[in-house]
Structure formats: structure tokens, C-alpha cells
């Protein structure tokens, strides 16, 4: 039967199955029950010395350093993001050097351009009368003495009247006087009657004081009033009120027309000098003590930056609005402020030095932590650092940085986005 089964062959097939016993008595080599045979014809491997067994057709990707595959561990340059000097550019990046400033402690408040009290001028007339002539229109700048308006006024009249009444009896008086003195002192006439001249002069003189005060009350400048004594004065210039501006500046306001009746109570022109403007700030009450006059203030709005100074301050709350308010004031001279405009000021209440600072705009956060972009082998590299301080433009950096080093400062968004990119394709 043994003979049949072919186990006793001239091959020496028995042999090879006694070496291929393993040491619990089972058979390699041997057809078992399901059919299944056990050796170097079952899947065309060839077995190492250290039984790891290399397939020739293991998945792509997968090959070890040096058969072509990817080397896992090895990340060149890990955190690096390349670009082109052209990329930069069209990106919007910029770099900068890491330097030492100054960071400042601000208050933010609310405010609004108003006009500068102490460089304006609202115009009222001193006298009622008609409006004869209008000069300027609204907005229109103005030189101090231009005349703004005309009135014809019987009060101006009377009092230019009055005025070249005094000054003919002033000249009368002091023709009489002095031929009076001259009579004394040739004892032609009596002391009494030089005393009596002299006396009518001095008075002559007092009465025309008070016409030339009472004509310069009513806002007329010393040539107008010498124009009263010529004698090409006339009646009509007598009845001639001329409105003139006090300072020089912008009209902004102008409330009178043609042939209308004013009075000594109607505000018909505003002046005022814009070459600086007030900032009208609402202070909160916890606010206050960081707050006083004199203090730099920066004053924001409409794309537009100003500093100016605090040149009052009230340490009255108002009950409605629950804030005291402030008043700045900043330069003009441009014209760039526009009144009632809404803006926001820093109140400037402090200032410190730090060995290192950088922009907001340059700290991006990375795998959790905070962190800029150094400028380093053709592109920028991210490394994370520790922050301190900081104000309303600047973080303080405690570590991570030196002095000196160049990092991005703006657009690094793009150099984040960038990176994210770069680690995708990494990842299996």
C-alpha cells in the first residue's frame, strides 16, 4: 500500500519529509485533509534568513529609502514656505528688521470735529437797520476787516452827526482859546476870559471823545471815523453801516438777505479760523484718571491720523450720557477735517520701551501656538514665540527673536495659507 501511495520513491520524497517535520509532529510537504499543501510551491516566496519576507508587487508608495519610494522622517526644511521675489510682490508681503520701540498705553474714546471756539466770531450787529448790500457768501474765506455786509441805519447817522457836530465845536473852542491866550499874555484881555476859553475847550474836547468812543463802539475803525469830518462825506455814507469780520477764516454761516430789518439780537454771519479744530471726546467715569489736560491725544477717522494735545477737561459727569467730556484740539491747516465728522482718539497716557516688538499683523497662530514668519533660504520660515505688552499697534516678544532678525509684517495670512498647503501634501 505504501508503494501506492508513492512514499517510498526513488526521489528520496521521504527523507524530505522526515526533515521538514517540525517538532510538534506536523508535515510540510504533505496534501492534508482540505487539500491545502504547505511549502515552496504555495506562493512563489522565498523566504530570508530573518523569515521578513519582500513581495514584488507591494503597493507604490510604500518603498524604503533608496528604491525609489518616499523617505518617511526625512521633512526638508520643515516650516519653510518658498517664494519667488515676484510671488512676494504680487502677494503683498513685507519684511521688516526686529527692533526695539516704544509701546503706548492708550484710552480709546469717542469723538466729533467741532469748530474751534477760541477762532471764531459770530457776527451781530451792534446797530438795527436795512440790509443795503451782502459781500460774502457762505463758505467763502474771508481777511480780517473785509466787510461782510452793509446796513443803512438811522442810528448810524445820528451818531456820525453827532460826531462832526463835536469836532466843529472842538475847532471853534480851540480857535477861541488860542486867540484868547495869545490876548492874556499881551495883558490886552482879562484872566477870566482866557480861564472861560480854556475851559469851553477842555469840554469841546470831552464831548468829542465821547462822539469818537460811541462811533468806535459801533464797530467803526479809526479811517472810517476820519472819513466823517470830510468833506466829501455825505448824507447817504452816513446812513452806510458797514459789518466787518474780526478775524480771518471761512464763513460758515450767513442768516441775512436782501432788504431785510436786523436787529442788535440776529447773528447774521459766523466766522471762523479752521486752521485748527476741536475734537469733542465722551470720557468714561473709569477713565477719568488716565485723563488730563495737556495730554497727547492721536485722533482717527476716515482714513485719516492726527495728533493733537487735551486743552480742557471736565471732571463733571453728565447724567445722561454718563461720561465727561474732553476737548482736544489738532492742526487743520490742510483742511482734512470736516466738521461734525464722528472719529476716534487715544488718549496717550503712558509710554515703555521693550527690547523687541513687532506688529500685530505679523503674529499669526500656528498648531496652537503664536508665531512669525523669518525671512530665511529664499522664502520665510515659521517659528513660534512668547508675547508680553502690547498696544493698540505693537506686541511685545519675550522669545523667539532677535534683534536684527527680518520677519514678514503684512499679508502673513498668505504665508500661513501657504504653509497649511505645504504640510496637505505631506500627510498620507
Not at 513581495?55 to 519653510?80: D, I, M, Q, S, T
Not at 431785510?260 to 479760523?273: G, P
Request: proline share 3%; charged share 30%.
Amino acid at each position: 500500500m505504501g508503494e501506492k501511495l508513492g512514499l517510498h520513491d526513488s526521489s528520496g520524497a521521504t527523507a524530505a519529509v522526515g526533515a521538514a517535520k517540525d517538532d510538534d509532529g506536523h508535515v510540510h510537504g504533505a496534501k492534508e485533509e482540505d487539500g491545502h499543501t504547505h511549502g515552496a510551491e504555495a506562493d512563489g516566496h522565498e523566504k530570508e534568513p530573518d523569515r521578513h519576507e519582500h513581495g514584488a508587487n507591494e503597493p507604490e508608495g510604500h518603498k524604503h529609502v533608496g528604491e525609489g519610494g518616499h523617505a518617511h522622517g526625512e521633512k526638508e526644511a520643515e516650516g519653510l514656505v518658498k517664494l519667488t521675489p515676484e510671488q512676494i510682490s504680487a502677494a503683498g508681503i513685507e519684511s521688516a528688521p526686529v527692533e526695539a520701540t516704544t509701546l503706548i498705553k492708550e484710552i480709546s474714546v469717542p469723538g466729533r470735529i467741532a469748530l474751534n471756539a477760541n477762532k471764531q466770531a459770530e457776527i451781530v450787529p451792534k446797530l438795527s437797520g436795512t440790509v443795503a448790500t451782502i459781500n460774502k457768501r457762505l463758505g467763502e474765506a474771508v481777511t480780517k476787516g473785509d466787510v461782510l455786509a452793509t446796513l443803512e441805519s438811522r442810528e448810524m447817522a445820528d451818531a456820525k452827526s453827532q460826531y462832526l457836530e463835536a469836532w466843529r465845536a472842538e475847532e471853534l473852542a480851540k480857535s477861541v482859546f488860542q486867540r484868547e491866550e495869545r490876548l492874556w499874555k499881551l495883558k490886552v484881555t482879562a484872566e477870566q476870559e482866557y480861564l472861560n476859553a480854556n475851559n469851553a475847550f477842555e469840554m469841546a474836547k470831552i464831548q468829542l471823545e465821547l462822539a469818537h468812543q460811541k462811533l468806535h463802539t459801533m464797530g467803526l475803525e479809526e479811517q472810517d471815523i476820519d472819513d466823517v469830518i470830510k468833506p466829501a462825506e455825505q448824507e447817504q455814507s452816513f446812513r452806510t453801516y458797514e459789518i466787518r469780520s474780526p478775524i480771518s477764516g471761512r464763513v460758515t454761516a450767513r442768516n441775512l438777505v436782501l432788504g431785510e430789518m436786523v436787529s442788535t439780537s440776529t447773528e447774521i454771519f459766523n466766522i471762523a479760523d479752521l486752521s485748527t479744530v476741536w475734537v469733542d471726546l465722551a470720557v468714561q467715569p473709569a477713565d477719568l484718571p488716565f485723563a488730563k489736560e495737556g495730554q497727547e491725544v492721536i485722533v482717527s477717522g476716515a482714513g485719516r491720523t492726527a495728533r493733537g494735545k487735551i486743552v480742557a477737561l471736565s471732571p463733571v459727569i453728565d447724567p445722561e450720557t454718563r461720561s465727561a467730556r474732553a476737548i482736544g484740539e489738532v492742526d487743520n491747516a490742510n483742511g482734512e477735517w470736516q466738521l461734525g465728522d464722528y472719529v476716534r482718539a487715544q488718549l496717550i497716557s503712558g509710554r515703555q520701551s521693550v527690547d523687541i516688538a513687532v506688529p500685530h499683523e505679523a503674529i499669526q497662530t500656528i498648531n496652537g501656538q503664536k508665531s512669525v514668519f523669518v525671512s530665511e533660504d529664499g522664502g520665510f520660515k515659521a517659528r513660534a514665540v512668547t508675547t508680553g505688552r502690547e498696544d493698540s499697534h505693537h506686541v511685545e516678544v519675550l522669545s523667539g527673536l532677535k534683534p536684527g532678525e527680518t520677519i514678514a509684517v503684512k499679508k502673513t495670512f498668505a504665508l500661513k495659507a501657504e504653509l497649511g498647503k505645504a504640510e496637505a501634501e505631506h500627510e498620507h
